[in-house]
């Protein structure tokens, strides 16, 4: 267990005005961290382009982080623009990772946030020794990233996770999960989908955010880590839960162009490695996580 003393409790967070960031800087500051991110205009944060190595350079000796957790990315699988997919998540990642490996004293510990999609269309219960098999640009990217960074692992001590599906508040509707609670909060009476019998994990962001202070707080041996909880949930069971929260059902039209040829039927992760290190997870069953997303403001 590490124990930082008071004034070297500085994380760096990228990509902390975020959906992920957002709660990881909650959890860090209930846990009394001094949290620093970029890129974001607001207080206590650099402005900073990750494509900007200078300005990174700049923000990252001013910080002098004691710990990074790295979120910054191009994370939508869908997203029109491929070559900034690629710029952003492997060019901005080595930027960042030359200017703490040139910190007088480096961080003692640097989180990289990779991806379970890096495991392409693997089915199944998925481990961290499950081959690497991208399938689209973005798991491509998280990929290449994870194998540019490796060069750097004799100069900073880094830890790589690949989160499963996870969701929550603040999350974008272009994602499944905040589609389908949008529909039923604005009180429409259809929703267009795709394949409707696959089983994801849809694990709360405040379990992924717990992972990530504690990722800060533990050592071990093993280097990448799974986030995931190891229970999936079929597509039919959040609509039907959706329905017992908002109180009536919704038509579902299953749209072609959202079915996905040779999708895996069944996807979810083992956190046998994870639990290892950071303890048994955090507890929000899929129910509550959907309740607290609906009842938003």
Known sequence: MVSPSEAARRV???GLDGFTGRH??????RAGYAVHGLPSPEANQEHVDLLDADAVRAAVERVQPWAVIHLAAIAFVAHDDIDAIYRTNIIGTRHLLSALADLEVPP???????SANVYGNAGGSLDEHTPLSPANDYA????????MARTWSGRLPLVFTRP????????????????????FRRGERYIELGNLDVWREF?????????????LETRGDADTFNICSGVSHSLREVLAMMARIAGYGIEIRVN????????????????ALLQSRVGALPQHALMDTLRWMYQSP
């Open 12 to 14: 760096l967070v990228t």
């Open 24 to 29: 990881v800087a909650a959890e860090l500051a």
């Open 108 to 114: 003692s510990v640097v989180v990289l946030a990779s």
């Open 140 to 147: 491509v990217s998280k990929v290449a990233m994870e194998y």
């Open 164 to 183: 499963f599906n996870y969701t929550g508040v603040g999350q974008d509707e272009r994602f499944l999960i905040p589609k389908i609670v949008g529909h």
């Open 203 to 215: 694990m709360d962001v405040r379990n992924v955010a717990w992972v990530y202070r504690r990722l």
């Open 256 to 271: 072609p162009a959202f079915v996905r040829d040779n999708e895996v039927q069944r996807l979810e992760g083992n956190p």
